[in-house]
Nanobody, 115 residues
């Protein structure tokens, strides 16, 4: 069955960096679009990055463009999110996502940006 397991979250000061990872299994990872989302307390889940199969293309909303970079390791079925110049408004639980009509989600990893 499909499994997604995020890791790498933590507490970081404004302007700092974190790299999130998502370990995947149960599907042919390289052939699917993968995404990262986040959800802050009291807010709806928000899309933050997408990467096409084989890493050919990436997309980001304006809120993170130029600061976040999504990447994938197709040899090891891993998804990454490099986050630089973090801001307090980036504080949220971050989730990786596989959408094949049915959405699959990991358990999430908490990112807190605070001084």
């Amino acid at each position: 069955q499909v499994q997604l397991v995020e890791s790498g979250g933590g507490l970081v000061q404004p302007g700092g960096s974190l790299r999130l990872s998502c370990a995947t299994s149960g599907f042919t990872f390289s052939t699917y679009v993968m995404k990262w989302y986040r959800q802050a307390p009291g807010k709806e889940r928000e899309w933050v990055a997408s990467i096409s199969p084989y890493g050919v293309g990436t997309n980001y909303p304006n809120s993170v463009k130029g600061r976040f970079t999504i990447s994938r390791d197709d040899d090891n079925d891993l998804l990454y999110l490099q986050m630089n110049n973090l801001k307090p408004e980036d504080t949220a639980v971050y989730y990786c996502n596989l959408d094949v009509g049915v959405g699959y989600w990991g358990q999430g990893t908490q990112v807190t940006v605070s001084s």
